[in-house]
């Protein structure tokens, strides 16, 4: 091996792809979907493994996944959430049809269900940026610039994730869009959850993200009006394209 090569050894993931591609999995119960993330997710980090020990010239691009989904009523609690905020028993979730996970992303407990559109950005961040705190504004942004196509002021609060109403006078802050994610070697995935149509009854039986003195909003509350979720989606997907520079490539 020559020094030149050895230099270029080093040099991990230097093969740049922001090609992602886009998959639109419609309504899909929420395990087969995370059984799905965590596929594409070990794909991803078995391929930045492999081209550790490549040179540059024989690794092999890393791919991107963003996954556009609707779930069946479900609660899911993070790695740093609380059994407690869950204020159903399994008698309970039976009569509200919904399910319960305990799953591996970040933050607390959430509900995911039909109205709501949740996205899973499946990224190699080196394709982008190595930043976490950056790349979770980019969601948030994406979806606060979507919000302001229907003439809505959102943004956010200090020392809170997700996109608020409200949140400057923060006289009746409401949350209309949560986040939850997990990194490993700079891989993403789980991601956003917006209310578009969403049933926001349902988050009466837990601590949304562990946070009792704010309110959950919907997109379709806020205008008065059931809004059309395919046109959300194109917007959202817009967003999030401009913001990571990324070229989306649609997959059936």
């Known amino acids: 091996m020559t020094f030149h090569q050895s230099i270029q050894k080093e040099a991990v993931n230097q093969v740049i792809n922001k090609k992602v591609n886009f998959i639109d999995l419609g309504q899909k119960d929420y395990k087969e979907t ?37 779930h069946p009523h479900v609660y899911t609690l993070g790695k740093s959430g609380e059994l407690s905020h869950l204020l159903l028993d399994e008698n309970g979730l039976d009569e509200k049809k919904a399910t319960f996970y305990k799953i591996n992303r970040g933050g607390d407990i959430t509900y ?23 790349y979770l504004r980019f969601l948030e942004e994406a979806i606060i610039l979507t919000l302001a196509e229907y003439g809505i002021d959102a943004g956010r609060i200090s020392g809170l994730t997700g996109v608020w109403l409200d949140h400057e006078a ?32 349902y988050f009466g039986n ?47």
């Open 34 to 70: 995370w059984e799905y993330q965590e596929e594409l997710f070990a794909k991803t980090v078995s391929r930045k493994i492999e081209n550790r020990n490549l040179i540059v010239s024989d690794q092999k691009p890393t791919d991107n996944y963003l996954l556009f989904v609707e």
């Open 112 to 134: 995911h269900g039909p109205g709501q559109l949740v996205g899973y950005p499946i990224l190699d961040l080196d394709n982008f940026f190595t930043d976490i705190h950056k």
């Open 170 to 201: 923060q006289v009746n802050p409401r949350k209309i869009c949560a986040l939850g994610v997990k990194s490993s070697r700079w891989v993403t995935m789980h991601g956003f959850a917006f209310n578009v149509n969403a049933d926001i009854a």
């Open 206 to 252: 837990i601590i949304p993200c562990g946070i009792s003195d704010k309110a959950v909003t919907s997109l379709h509350l806020e205008l008065g009006v059931r809004v059309d979720e395919e046109e959300v989606k194109e917007k959202v997907k817009k967003h999030i394209a401009q913001l990571f520079e990324m070229e989306l490539v649609e997959k059936k």
